[in-house]
């Protein structure tokens, strides 16, 4: 994955870069992901990383773990959270790690 963003004053502009990988044995799926936000301004770089694993428990149901963490520079505060499930008023401190840990169901029908 890349993306560029700018905006009208350059302290908004940053690339994002990263990687997502899957390894599904039979009924068990392994996964990874890692991503860096390199800012413009100083000190707004972060990076993701995370793992996780999901279980086919029948056709159509799967269950899933997964653990994230955020590595802010002493500009961001960025959560692994913020995009997904989960309460987007925690937000650490400016130059602050954060990490969770999320896990569920996903039933199709």
Request: no cysteine.
């Amino acid at each position: 994955l890349y993306q560029a963003v700018s905006g009208s004053d350059s302290a908004f502009d940053q690339d994002v870069y990263g990687f997502g990988v899957r390894y599904r044995m039979k009924v068990w799926a392994f996964k990874a992901q890692g991503y860096r936000l390199s800012g413009e301004a100083a000190g707004s770089d972060a990076t993701l990383f995370a793992v996780g694993v999901d279980y086919a428990l029948a056709k159509p149901v799967m269950l899933y773990l997964n653990y994230a963490t955020l590595d802010n520079e002493e500009g961001r505060s960025l959560v692994p959270w913020s995009q997904g499930r989960g309460d987007n008023g925690l937000t650490p401190a400016e130059g602050s790690s954060a990490s969770g840990i999320s896990l569920g169901a996903i039933v199709g029908f």
